[in-house]
């Protein structure tokens, strides 16, 4: 079975599907994007390894509540050597906590899904913007 190859404006489209299933909070089509064993992996935490533990995980994010806000604004986005490198500022709103934070994201296709996702943020930013107390894990 031959996987097919994308074109780059094809690799840039699916992770932005991907972004605007993130932003409806429909966890499994943001998990459908993937391979089964995609990996996910803020680059601080240890990575979250298929498919279904993907959506497991992201259902638990304190976003995915019916109320919440997430945007996901892209600000640049290119390929390089095959790979997605996506520049963009994530912002939420959930209970009574606005915040955002800058964030780095590199995709790695495998035919016409993510085979796998680092995000690199810095996460005591996020903590502090999604206000969880100094010190806590």
């Given at each position: 079975m031959t996987v097919p190859n994308l074109t780059d404006r094809e690799k840039i489209d699916l992770v932005l599907a991907m972004f605007a299933a993130w932003e409806r909070k429909d966890w499994h089509a943001v998990a459908l994007t993937f391979t089964e064993d995609g990996i996910f992996h803020n680059i601080m935490l240890e990575p979250t390894v298929g498919r279904d533990a993907i959506e497991a995980r992201l259902s638990r994010l304190r976003v995915a509540e019916p109320n919440s806000v997430l945007e996901m604004t892209v600000r640049h986005i290119g390929v390089i050597d095959g790979l997605v490198f996506v520049e963009r500022f994530d912002s939420w709103k959930f209970?009574?906590?606005?915040?955002?934070?800058?964030?780095?994201?590199?995709?790695?296709?495998?035919?016409?899904?993510?085979?796998?996702?680092?995000?690199?943020?810095?996460?005591?930013?996020?903590?502090?913007?999604?206000?969880?107390?100094?010190?806590?894990?």
């Open positions: 209970d009574d906590i606005e915040g955002g934070i800058p964030v780095v994201g590199i995709f790695e296709l495998r035919g016409t899904q993510i085979a796998r996702w680092r995000e690199v943020y810095d996460r005591s930013s996020l903590r502090r913007e999604a206000g969880y107390p100094e010190g806590s894990a």
